[in-house]
T-cell receptor, first 117, second 112 residues
Framework: GAVVSQHPSRVICKSGTSVKIECRSL??????MFWYRQFPKKSLMLMAT?????????EQGVEKDKFLINHASLTLSTLTVTSAHPEDSSFYIC?????????????FGAGTRLSVL | RKEVEQDPGPFNVPEGATVAFNCTYS??????FFWYRQDCRKEPKLLMS???SGNEDGRFTAQLNRASQYISLLIRDSKLSDSATYLC?????????????FGGGTRVLVKP
């Protein structure tokens, strides 16, 4: 299957700092990427849809000024958690859809485990 | 009502046995269906797509019942390595932006 690289895999930061997470599609172009958050023993919750060259679409209840998304190229989307607080601690996962595939199959990055102290 | 519902389990399965579980979805306009597998503290990985006619991939068989709005996954000859959480994933019409909706997952524990 297609490969999606997510970096970093683990972040520990102090409250109030900003954290940037990168998501790259390595062997395909992705006009759309998705950012999810997963709390322990819970399912993935979609936070936002990242659209190449345009603004991200945020799900209800997700603060766009808190979670900044940039999708500047067909292979890279970034999520920045601004002024992180302990309640932002979670597992953040990105996915990308291969634009050339007919079915809506999404490939996931390995995730970023964020711990805010 | 949740858009995609699954029995959280766990399903405790003897090695070599067969296990099956379902997932129900509420949006009758859903177009695409998938089973993903997620290991503890790892990302989800695509197990198989689910087609209207049902499909099989080795020991795994997936079925779709549009009338009753559920999909199923059956695992034959369970291996210890099949222990994981299985996520039912549903995708609406493409016009909805290709978003995927995840079920809460069904945990399967295969034991010797």
């Amino acid at each position: 299957g297609a490969v999606v690289s997510q970096h970093p895999s683990r972040v520990i930061c102090k409250s109030g700092t900003s954290v940037k997470i990168e998501c790259r599609s390595l062997d395909f172009q992705a006009t759309t990427m998705f950012w999810y958050r997963q709390f322990p023993k819970k399912s993935l919750m979609l936070m936002a849809t990242s659209n190449e060259g345009s603004k991200a679409t945020y799900e209800q209840g997700v603060e766009k000024d808190k979670f900044l998304i940039n999708h500047a190229s067909l292979t890279l989307s970034t999520l920045t958690v601004t002024s992180a607080h302990p309640e932002d601690s979670s597992f953040y996962i990105c996915s990308a859809r291969d634009s050339t595939e007919a079915k809506n199959i999404q490939y996931f990055g390995a995730g970023t485990r964020l711990s805010v102290l | 009502r949740k858009e995609v519902e699954q029995d959280p389990g766990p399903f405790n399965v003897p090695e070599g046995a067969t296990v099956a579980f379902n997932c129900t979805y509420s949006n009758s306009a859903s177009q695409s269906f998938f089973w993903y597998r997620q290991d503890c503290r790892k990302e989800p990985k695509l197990l198989m797509s689910v087609y209207s006619s049902g499909n099989e991939d080795g020991r795994f068989t997936a079925q779709l019942n549009r009338a009753s709005q559920y999909i199923s996954l059956l695992i034959r000859d369970s291996k210890l390595s099949d222990s994981a959480t299985y996520l039912c994933v549903v995708s609406p019409l493409k016009a909805a932006g290709n978003k995927l909706t995840f079920g809460g997952g069904t945990r399967v524990l295969v034991k010797p």
